[in-house]
């Protein structure tokens, strides 16, 4: 089993700077990809920010140029610096971690950390 923290979120004004950390924990042979979701009350989760194994990086169109995803291989931790926030950014945000068990693939999500951007 594997178990996915994030931590970072919090309170801050419009353009503001925020980093959100994610790190995965457990009988982890690899671990191949992380993304970013953020949900808000009444919608759909939506990907914020995705990397792969390769370190090839996918954003959203509405956090393109303000967001930055990175991961760090050898100690399952991963990235989301947030610069430039803006109100509509103000969601709940998740990480999903994917790649390897000893045994088999694994494909976790973290409990969730929230962020609030003020006017």
């Known amino acids: 089993q594997v178990q996915v923290v994030e931590s970072g979120g919090g309170l801050v004004q419009a353009g503001g700077s925020l980093r959100l950390s994610c790190a995965a924990s457990?009988?982890?042979?690899?671990?191949?990809?992380m993304a970013w979701y953020r949900q808000t009350p009444g919608k759909q989760r939506e990907l914020v920010a995705s990397?792969?194994?390769?370190?090839?990086?996918n954003y959203a169109d509405s956090v393109k140029g303000r967001f930055t995803i990175s991961k760090e291989n050898g100690k399952n931790t991963g990235y989301l610096q947030m610069n430039s926030l803006k109100p509509e950014d103000t969601a709940v945000y998740y990480c999903?971690?994917?790649?390897?068990?000893?045994?088999?693939?694994?494909?976790?999500w973290g409990q969730g950390t929230q962020v609030t951007v003020s006017p």
């Open positions: 999903n971690v994917r790649g390897r068990l000893f045994v088999r693939p694994f494909d976790s």
């Open positions: 457990g009988a982890i042979f690899r671990l191949d990809d």
């Open positions: 990397i792969v194994s390769n370190d090839g990086t």
